[in-house]
């Protein structure tokens, strides 16, 4: 069965640093990878996607994400993070083959950033 | 303009009454998702489907139909709503053909249920 695991609820930073939100995977093979963000009472809204290639994905609003087969990883990136930032990030996969092309999400990282 | 839409936004029902949702969308896109997203378990899947006349369950289809007359509207349907069914549900649209963007989606304003 696949999967997608945040293992941050939370993330609090402050206005200016650097941040890394963490995404696992488990899945039989390389998964098609998103990041989506969802600001407060809106719907989710793409962020980044990874299909195949270059591991390093950039994304909207400075973000990037890194793929890493063997560690079974997508964890999203920002160099400085802005107060605007602040919204709940879900990651998300979807199967590849074998007829199984159904999405599945995290749990979501809420990430607060302080001014 | 929105190309995903949902109605109701705000839903207010009774327990062992009769919920439709509807959602519409006007990307073309073959495929319809319904999620619900709750405080620890982030979205999860429901129904979804790959096109008119087509619906598949999810991860936690107990308690919900679904239903796709055409391939703009998706409707999810809770025939007797329990107090279990509170939630925020969003309909999404993914473009699901050929190639390596058919896995992205594109998610509705949500609806917010709630079932006293």
């Known amino acids: 069965a696949q999967s997608v695991t945040q293992p941050d609820a939370r993330v609090t930073v402050s206005e200016g640093a650097s941040l890394q939100l963490r995404c696992k995977y488990s899945?039989?093979?390389?998964?098609?990878l998103f990041w989506y963000v969802q600001y407060p009472r809106q719907g989710l809204q793409l962020l980044l996607k990874?299909?195949?290639?270059?591991?390093v994905v950039q994304g909207v609003n400075s973000f990037e994400a890194e793929f890493s087969k063997s560690n079974s990883s997508f964890h999203l990136q920002k160099a400085s993070v802005h107060w605007s930032d602040s919204a709940v990030y879900f990651c998300?996969?979807?199967?590849?083959?074998?007829?199984?092309?159904?999405?599945?999400f995290g749990k979501g990282t809420s990430l607060v950033v302080h001014p | 303009e929105a190309a995903v839409t949902q109605s109701p936004r705000n839903k207010v029902a009774v327990t062992g009454g009769k919920v439709t949702l509807s959602c519409n969308q006007t990307?073309?896109?073959?495929?319809m998702y319904w999620y619900r997203q709750d405080t620890g378990h982030g979205l999860r899947l429901i129904h979804y489907?790959?096109?008119?006349?087509?619906?598949e369950k999810g991860d936690i289809p107990d308690g919900y139909k679904a239903s796709r007359p055409s391939q703009e509207n998706f409707s999810l349907i809770l025939e007797l709503a329990t107090p279990s069914q509170t939630s925020v549900y969003f309909c999404?649209?993914?473009?699901?053909?050929?190639?390596?963007?058919?896995?992205?989606?594109?998610f509705g304003p949500g609806t917010r249920l709630t079932v006293l």
């Open positions: 999404a649209s993914g473009a699901g053909t050929g190639g390596p963007n058919y896995a992205e989606q594109f």
């Open positions: 899945y039989s093979a390389t998964p098609y």
């Open positions: 990874y299909y195949s290639g270059d591991p």
């Open positions: 998300a996969l979807s199967g590849t083959s074998g007829g199984n092309y159904k999405p599945t």
């Open positions: 990307n073309n896109h073959n495929n």
């Open positions: 489907s790959y096109g008119a006349g087509s619906t």
